[in-house]
């Protein structure tokens, strides 16, 4: 078991950024595909981006060029910076895992909110 916990979100202006992290009980952590999602308010939960252990990344086609998805394996986390903030980018972010025997961890999700 791996339990995560996000952190970074918060109430942001428009065209600012924000890095979100997520950091793991246990450093097994390092060995998991992870990935961030999000869910907007009314709407179904969507991935962002993805990141393997070995450092090859994936983005949602949306998602591609303001989203950036890293890991630092010392610490136990995975990071998900946001350049140029929209209202639509307004959610709950979630940080996830993936074990390598398909077993899949979410954390409880950090609230983002974009707004003048």
């Known amino acids: 078991q791996v339990q995560l916990v996000e952190s970074g979100g918060g109430l942001v202006q428009p065209g600012e950024s924000l890095t979100l992290s997520c950091a793991a009980s246990?450093?097994?952590?390092?060995?998991?595909?992870k990935g961030w999602y999000r869910q907007a308010p009314g709407k179904q939960r969507e991935l962002v981006a993805t990141?393997?252990?070995?450092?090859?990344?994936r983005y949602a086609d949306s998602m591609k060029g303001r989203f950036t998805i890293s890991r630092d394996n010392a610490k136990n986390t995975v990071l998900l910076q946001i350049n140029s903030l929209k209202a639509e980018d307004t959610a709950v972010y979630y940080c996830?895992?993936?074990?390598?025997?398909?077993?899949?961890?979410w954390g409880q999700g950090t609230q983002v909110t974009v707004s003048s």
């Open positions: 246990r450093s097994i952590f390092k060995f998991y595909t």
């Open positions: 990141i393997t252990p070995g450092g090859s990344t």
């Open positions: 996830n895992a993936v074990d390598n025997l398909g077993g899949t961890y």
